[in-house]
């Protein structure tokens, strides 16, 4: 039977692979795209989203406008990372295909409420959304059959601040407000995305290599990335965090390291904002509330996002 699952993005240019990859592998059904401020102010990012539909050239799933600012803060997006239309500066023209009626949650809780135990639900951006559903519909929430959120910067360094990681500290009040929800949660850090899965200039090159249109989109979208990677960091390429949270709920079995533990956000001290403390030997007495996965096959990643973006 296909899998159901449901993508909240910010649709950044790793999002866009990311929404790609689900959108093309016939072993699961998108059957809603909401969208988050993150990234990118939220029109922006509902653009992005209806293009990554249209550039997957399979199926239009509604795409919904959510959450345009985090529950509490300002919003903080990452334009120097992705570019100012967050897909390396191509400023596309505007999608074919226009977003659904109707607020995101509203549609998410009420594909969860007919779907009880079957949607999984990736999320890619900051956890607004998810948080908004789960104040709104606890108990439908609770439904949901499994979370896996691109956040948090694992077991590594953040990539915000030294402790943070960007999803995670747009907005860690929605984090910890997920984190408390009773959903079957699994984050996938930044960690995981940033050395064997890194995609280097012979990743670049192969996929150039095969002809594939859509591919060389995927590798252009990613200019503004690429240079951030070199500039901040002296790597040839980008990292692909996004879709590396699509590979483990595409297939969980691609996880070759993985804890439970009891993890907490922090939300209330200026220095660690967005911080999510993994308690990997259960110091705290704690009861675990998420999986984390802390590595995965980079050969497996590298040849699903590979067959999938062509
Ligand atoms: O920290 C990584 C997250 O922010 C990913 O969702 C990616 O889109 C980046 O912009
Ligand atoms: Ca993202």
């Given amino acids: 039977m296909t899998r159901k699952i449901w993508i909240d993005t910010d649709t950044a240019s790793d999002d866009v692979l990311a929404l790609i990859m689900g959108l093309r592998d016939p072993r699961v059904h998108v059957e ?24 997957a050239g399979t199926y239009a799933p509604p795409v919904y406008r959510g959450a345009a600012k985090p529950l509490l803060r300002p919003l903080y997006t990452s334009e120097f990372v992705h570019g100012s239309d967050g897909m390396g500066e191509m400023n596309l023209p505007p999608p074919t295909l226009t977003e659904a009626p109707g607020h995101a949650i509203d ?26 559903a789960c104040a709104k519909a606890p108990d439908v929430m609770r439904q949901v059959k499994r979370v896996v959120m691109m956040g948090s910067a694992g077991v590594g360094p953040g990539n915000i601040t030294p402790v943070a990681e960007f999803n995670i500290y747009v907005d860690a009040e929605a984090a910890q407000i997920v984190l408390d929800s009773g959903m079957p949660l699994c984050f996938v850090g930044w960690d995981v995305s940033t050395d064997e899965t890194f995609i280097n200039q ?38 692909m965090p996004d879709p590396t949270a699509m590979a483990v709920l595409l297939e969980p079995d691609i996880a070759t390291r993985q804890i439970h ?10 220095a660690t904002y967005g911080q999510v403390m993994i308690d990997p030997h259960g110091l705290l007495k704690r009861e675990p509330n998420a999986d984390v996965c802390l590595a995965i096959d ?9 067959r999938l973006i062509q």
Avoid: H
């Fill in 202 to 239: 012979q990743d670049i090159d192969s996929l150039l290599a095969t002809g594939s249109e859509r591919a060389a989109f995927c590798v252009r979208c990613n200019a503004t990335l690429q240079q951030y990677n070199l500039d901040s960091w002296g790597k040839v390429g980008f990292d």
């Fill in 107 to 132: 549609a998410l809780i009420a594909c969860v409420a007919q779907n009880p135990g079957q949607i999984e639900v990736l999320t890619l951006g900051p956890l607004t959304n998810l948080a908004l």
């Fill in 32 to 55: 809603g795209i909401s969208v988050v401020a993150g990234n990118l102010p939220i029109d922006t990012a509902v653009k992005n989203a209806l293009i990554s539909v249209e550039r």
């Fill in 261 to 270: 533990a009891y993890c907490a956000v922090e939300y209330r001290s200026e």
């Fill in 298 to 306: 980079p050969a497996r990643f590298k040849a699903l996002m590979f």
